[in-house]
């Protein structure tokens, strides 16, 4: 008796012959629409080619983070940790030029872990930067944290059991706005020649699809663009249709397509985009993002820069990113600027020292003298 059941593989014997010519015929599709839509982008300006500089004679530091989590009797444990490595180039030969670090390792709830350590990543990030800015450290400054918050990151309003992530939150903002009330004056674009603090964290890709999308011939639509950007008006009007091809080929894969060697993108004003960051007395400095790649083997990157027009001119971003091109040497999907690699090299040491104190606090708990000395100190005072 014949029976209509198939093994797995059969299954998917059959399936993959079935699906393979709709599959093929979609990705041809995007890749026929990119073809179609780079070239406008191009043209309007919304895509552009940048120079590196070559020699290159500056100071530079890059901050990077890493946390991780361990698990203990019933809980678990935590090690966040920032080092920041400062590199001195001249005529492109590099040297160190000095080194420093944050760490924080404690116990911490389940609850809402991953966005209080990315807290504690951004408030680290944002010390070792004050210090590098009061010591006079660098030219630019590249943190691979956010420079703002997302207003995801607010923790809700008196919710029982998310104090440690409510603190976590206020040290951050009051940290972020210590930094930039105390030292604003003293970083470019503000004053010429001062610091230039870089964010190179975010991997969110919609932001300069979804500008694209507006109808970027009203000013409701421009609002978005850095208006110090130079754009060629009579060809953003051919951008109205590219809506759906767009949509079709994914925010991604579309700015993959768009972004060639050493290109970036307009500028534009994420807190027009997002206006719900925190803090808002640094938002409303403005905040500019813009994506870019650094060459054919990189991944594009997201970059961060607080200000506005007309400080920000599009001469002054493209020297950022020029320089910021020519200090990412290595490629991969985790490439970043030079100093930012050397100093997540100095991240390696958390997991051993995590697992060390995993360790030691296992075995006070079995040993409990700790608990002995305390309370022998509480029989002494009653």
């Not at 408030?123 to 590249?142: D, G, K, N, P, T």
């Not at 890709?205 to 110090?228: N, Y």
Request: hydrophobic share 45%; aromatic share 6%; charged share 20%.
């Amino acid at each position: 008796m014949k029976t209509a059941n198939r093994s797995l593989a059969q299954t998917l014997a059959v399936q993959s012959q079935v699906r393979l010519p709709g599959t093929v015929g979609r990705l041809l599709k995007q890749i026929r629409d990119l073809e179609r839509v780079a070239p406008l982008f191009v043209k309007a300006g919304l895509v552009r080619a940048i120079d590196r500089p070559n020699p290159i004679n500056t100071r530079v530091s890059g901050i990077a983070t890493h946390s991780a989590t361990a698990r203990t009797i019933g809980g678990f444990l935590y090690g966040a940790v920032a080092a920041r490595c400062d590199l001195l180039v001249e005529h492109n030969a590099m040297s160190t030029a000095g080194q420093d670090s944050a760490c924080e390792i404690d116990d911490i709830n389940y609850e809402n872990q991953s966005k209080r350590l990315a807290l504690v990543a951004m408030r680290q990030a944002y010390e070792l930067a004050e210090r590098a800015v009061s010591e006079e450290r660098a030219r630019l400054i590249f943190l691979d944290t956010p420079l703002v918050m997302d207003r995801g990151m607010v923790p809700p309003v008196n919710r029982t059991g998310d104090e440690g992530y409510q603190a976590a939150y206020a040290a951050t903002l009051d940290a972020i706005e210590t930094f930039w009330s105390r030292h604003r004056e003293r970083l470019f674009p503000w004053q010429a020649g001062g610091p230039i603090i870089v964010g190179l964290a975010s991997q969110r890709f919609g932001a300069i699809v979804q500008s694209a999308q507006q109808d970027l011939r009203s000013p409701e639509g421009r609002s978005q663009l850095l208006p110090t950007e130079e754009f060629d008006h009579s060809h953003l009007a051919a951008l109205d249709g590219v809506r759906d091809a767009i949509l079709g080929v994914g925010e991604r894969r579309f700015v993959h397509g768009i972004l060639g060697s050493f290109t970036r993108t307009a500028a534009f004003r994420m807190n027009v985009h997002a206006p719900r960051m925190e803090p808002g007395s640094v938002v409303d400095l403005g905040v500019i993002g813009l994506h870019f790649r650094a060459g054919q083997t990189t991944e594009p990157r997201l970059m961060q820069l607080v200000g506005d027009a007309p400080t920000w001119t599009a001469k002054a971003i493209d020297e950022v990113v020029g320089m910021t091109m020519a200090l990412t040497a290595v490629g991969g999907a985790l490439t970043a600027p030079l100093p930012v690699q050397l100093a997540e090299r100095e991240l390696n040491a958390l997991g051993p020292f995590l697992e060390n104190y995993s360790r030691s606090v296992v075995g006070e708990l079995k040993r409990r003298e700790l608990e002995s000395i305390w309370l022998s100190d509480w029989d002494l005072a009653t």
